[in-house]
Nanobody
Framework: QVQPVESGGGLVQSGGSLRLACAAS????????VGWFRQAPGKEREFVAA????????RYADSVKGRFTISRDNAKSTVYLQMNSLKPEDTAVYYC???????????????WGQGTQVTVSS
């Protein structure tokens, strides 16, 4: 099975940038589609971005389109989320999840990481 592990979260000033990484041990992770989701306190988990295992399909939420970029390095079993022009409303716990097919819903993902906190100050 796949066990994603997120890293790269932290505190950043509004307008700044962060790069999150989602890594997993083993070799099967490279064959999975990967999605990023986020959840703020008191709110439902929402879709952020997703990428297929060969990178031919990429999806973004409207709220992050043009600011965030998802990419992957299959040789390193790692998926990245580059976040630019960050806003306070981007503050949330960010989760990485794996699926055999690209999806934008939480229900479609089988394996989830524990999340990494991103806090954007005004």
């Amino acid at each position: 099975q796949v066990q994603p592990v997120e890293s790269g979260g932290g505190l950043v000033q509004s307008g700044g940038s962060l790069r999150l990484a989602c890594a997993a041990s083993g070799r099967t992770f490279s064959t999975y589609a990967v999605g990023w989701f986020r959840q703020a306190p008191g709110k439902e988990r929402e879709f952020v971005a997703a990428i297929s295992w060969m990178r031919e399909v990429i999806r973004y939420a409207d709220s992050v389109k043009g600011r965030f970029t998802i990419s992957r390095d299959n040789a390193k079993s790692t998926v990245y989320l580059q976040m630019n022009s960050l806003k306070p409303e981007d503050t949330a716990v960010y989760y990485c999840a794996a699926s055999k097919v690209v999806r934008t819903t939480t229900e479609a993902y089988e394996y989830w990481g524990q999340g990494t906190q991103v806090t954007v100050s005004s």
